[in-house]
């Protein structure tokens, strides 16, 4: 079967530095996506990796390993509105999205 | 604001009731998507419409009914629902479906209570 795990719960601090790392096995694989879901808001887009390798985009950093089947997004510099469930989903063969049931990240002060 | 707009934001029905949600993206995209959202469960793809076709049906009970009337609008008509069936409904569009790099962009969802 197809499966995406990432943790359930992070705490951090603000102006700190946390990694969420996601670890997924699913038929074919077509990019990796990040996407962060304020409380009651929409999911909304982070990031998008389908080559190994880091990608940078200002404070947010996410990497691929397609060898070990595992990607992870950094967060540096953390502020208070970073407090969000960040959302792992692999596009397996058909292009479809296969989502995990995501991280929700806590920022104290 | 993603492009996605949905209504109604909250929703509180009877299983006897029947009720319907609306979708409607202003992004010019092929594709739309049905999500169901559970509390610490994955995102659940329901439907999927690419060019006004339902490509996607992952085995949703009949109580969910779908439609697409043109590229920008999608509907779920709701009816007989079970407590279950409580939980946050997205929509969200993109492009096309499939591709690489195809980022999906959410509504804000319909939390739905079925009492």
């Known amino acids: 079967g197809q499966n995406i795990d990432q943790p359930t719960e992070m705490t951090a601090t603000e102006g700190a530095i946390v990694q969420i790392n996601c670890t997924y096995q699913?038929?074919?694989?077509?990019?990796l996506f990040w996407y962060q879901q304020h409380a009651g808001e929409a999911p909304t887009f982070l990031s998008y990796?389908?080559l190994d390798g880091l990608e940078e985009k200002g404070r947010f950093s996410s990497f691929l390993s397609r060898s070990k089947g595992y990607s992870y997004l950094l967060l540096k510099e953390l502020q208070m509105k970073d407090s969000a469930s960040y959302l792992c989903?692999?596009?397996?063969?058909?292009?479809?999205?296969?989502w995990g049931a995501g991280t929700k990240l806590i920022i104290k002060p | 604001e993603t492009g996605v707009t949905q209504t109604p934001r909250h929703l509180v029905m009877g299983m006897t009731n029947k009720k319907s949600l609306k979708c409607e993206q202003h992004?010019?995209?092929?594709?739309m998507y049905w999500y169901k959202q559970s509390a610490k469960k994955p995102l659940e793809l329901m439907f999927v419409y690419n060019f006004k076709e339902q490509t996607e049906n992952n085995s949703v009970p009949s109580r969910f009914s779908p439609e697409c009337p043109n590229s920008s609008h999608l509907f779920l008509h709701l009816h007989t629902l079970q407590p279950e069936d409580s939980a946050l409904y997205l929509c969200?569009?993109?492009?096309?479906?499939?591709?690489?790099?195809?980022?999906?962009?959410f509504g804000p969802g319909t939390r739905l209570t079925v009492l």
């Open positions: 969200a569009s993109s492009q096309d479906q499939g591709g690489p790099s195809n980022e999906q962009f």
């Open positions: 699913t038929s074919g694989f077509n990019g």
């Open positions: 989903a692999v596009s397996d063969s058909n292009y479809q999205l296969i």
């Open positions: 990796n389908v």
């Open positions: 992004l010019g995209h092929n594709a």
